[in-house]
């Protein structure tokens, strides 16, 4: 009996100890609707992020990248989407180029050009155009494996185990309109059904001004595994539930959204209002981890957004930080399984930096600058959230 007594004392203990540890990191937890208190702060990435390691994409003649549309990191893989070239590279963690995804033409397994791509534990997809839309699937060795049709014109898609969520570009199409309204978000189930959110637009924006999103910047994956979204002139960013989106954050930067006036206003309305308030046109390069949520604000004056606890530091100023060496205008987001962001910076702005401030650049990437030469790959710098 005394034994047993030992045993249970033993571990509570333990158990003790393991809570103290998990709660030593605070963690943010954010409510239905919350309202963000926003601070105007010059702030640099080295205010919030520590360098964690960086990853130099090997270049070759099959590895050129010209822009980085997209990047997700998984498998111990790195693959990076470039609509210019056509082509989904995949690189490993050290950055050695190991494949890509170029297959353009007609014939089955071809395209004429991608759109959007997601990668889950066991496959690719690709958004795919040839002749009508299409999702392509391939196995994590790049191999083909099927495509089927997609029911609706896409933007960016996000696939999850029941079925596929997807942005809709806006292109006026007749399945986006159901019930007098349009919509601009749904998901796909694995019957191919479409389920509709609740989320109308503005008919006249069809085409125009309403699109961004195509790229998929405007979804993330959590650390958690939730899905976020979030929709041009809105000023929420949303939990992605089956049933449909719920308002995550909701953003207050004191002037009224546009959102809302939507349905009551032409597109030369909009852009009239929109140009003399400088209201926000879009939430893009969203970035939620369990400790910080990173967001850029596109619009006449782009600005970057940082939220900690209940308040958001923002600044307009989104040029080079020294210590770091990043542009968050190229802030291409974030891991499951790690905590912070990943940020591609070509190798023009690390010489910049070596050059104009010396004094203030840390080691790691003076190191960098000895072996890059303008026409490198961009590297990739893994910035680890300051708790």
Wanted: glycine share 4%.
């Amino acid at each position: 009996m005394n034994f047993k007594k030992e045993i249970f004392c033993l571990f509570l203990v333990i158990l003790t100890v393991s809570s103290c540890k998990n709660t030593s990191k605070k963690k943010i937890s954010f409510t239905p609707e919350y309202n963000l208190s926003c601070v105007k702060k010059n702030w640099n990435v080295s205010d919030y992020f520590d360098l964690s390691k960086i990853i130099c994409l090997e270049t070759n003649n099959n590895s050129f990248i010209s822009r980085i549309d997209k990047l997700v990191v998984k498998n111990e893989r790195i693959y990076i989407l470039d609509i210019e070239a056509n082509s989904v590279f995949m690189f490993n963690t050290r950055g050695e180029y190991i494949s890509k995804i170029y297959n353009p033409g007609k014939g089955p397994s071809e395209y004429l050009s991608i759109q959007s791509m997601d990668v889950t534990n066991d496959a690719i997809y690709l958004l795919a155009w040839q002749a009508k839309q299409k999702i392509m699937k391939f196995d994590l060795g790049l191999s083909f494996i099927n495509e089927e049709a997609s029911p609706v014109t896409c933007g960016a898609i996000k696939v999850v185990e029941d079925g596929v969520y997807c942005y809709p570009s806006n292109s006026c199409d007749q399945k986006l309109f159901s019930n007098n309204k349009y919509h601009n978000f749904a998901f796909l189930d694995k019957t191919k059904k479409v389920v509709w959110s609740d989320l109308p637009y503005n008919k006249s924006f069809c085409g125009y001004s309403n699109t961004y999103g195509s790229r998929g910047c405007n979804f993330s994956l959590s650390s958690s595994s939730d899905l976020f979204f979030t929709k041009p002139f809105s000023d929420y960013i949303y939990k992605v539930e089956k049933d449909g989106l719920k308002p995550y954050i909701k953003l207050d930067f004191g002037y009224k959204s546009i959102e809302n006036a939507q349905d009551k206003m032409n597109m030369s309305e909009l852009l009239r209002i929109y140009n003399e308030k400088g209201l926000f046109k879009s939430i893009g390069n969203l970035c939620i981890t369990r400790y910080f949520t990173y967001f850029q604000i596109f619009s006449d004056k782009s600005f970057r957004c940082i939220v900690k606890g209940d308040i958001a530091y923002f600044t307009s100023c989104s040029g080079v930080d020294p210590k770091i060496g990043v542009n968050m205008s190229s802030q291409v987001g974030s891991t499951n399984d790690f905590e912070g962001m990943i940020v591609a910076v070509d190798p023009i702005h690390i010489k910049y930096m070596c050059n104009n401030h010396p004094d203030k650049v840390s080691s790691e990437i003076k190191k960098i600058d000895k072996s890059l030469n303008q026409n490198d790959n961009p590297v990739l710098l893994f910035l680890e959230f300051k708790m």
